[in-house]
C-alpha cells in the first residue's frame, strides 16, 4: 500500500512552522516578488496610514501554504489551490501552515483529496484560509 492510499478524512498535513517574520523577510519578498508596496516596507508610510508598522505581504503567506502543499505532495499533482485573506501578518509574527483532508472523491478516475488550508499566528490569529485539491 502506497503512502497516497494511507490518506484519509481527517488527515492532517505536517505543519509548517515558519521563523519570525523580519523586516529583511519582507524586504527580500519584495524583491522577489517586484511587490514594492511602501505599507509592507516604509514604517513612516505604515505609520501615516494609521497602522503601528508595517506588515507582510499577503502573498507570503499564500507562498507558505503553497509550500506546505509542495512538501506534502509533488507539484504535478494540484489540481487547484485558493486563499482568502483574513488578517495582517504583523512584522515579527509567527506564521503556521496547517491542512487538514476534508474529503476524498474519485474524479475522472483520479483519487483527490480536498484540503482545508489555513495561516495562524503564534498569538491564534488566522492569517489565511484556503482549500486546495491534491491527486493522490
Known sequence: MTWTQQIEVGTE?????????SRTTLTLFAGASGDHNPMHIDIDVAKSAGLGDVFAHGMLSMGYLGRLL?????QQRIRSYRVRF???TPVLGQ???????VSIDEVDGERRATLELAVTLADGTVTLTGDAVVAL
Open 13 to 21: 498535513l505536517p505543519a509548517l512552522k515558519i521563523g519570525t517574520i
Open 70 to 74: 509542495t512538501d506534502w505532495v509533488p
Open 86 to 88: 483574513a488578517a495582517i
Open 95 to 101: 506564521p503556521t501552515a496547517t491542512g487538514k483532508v
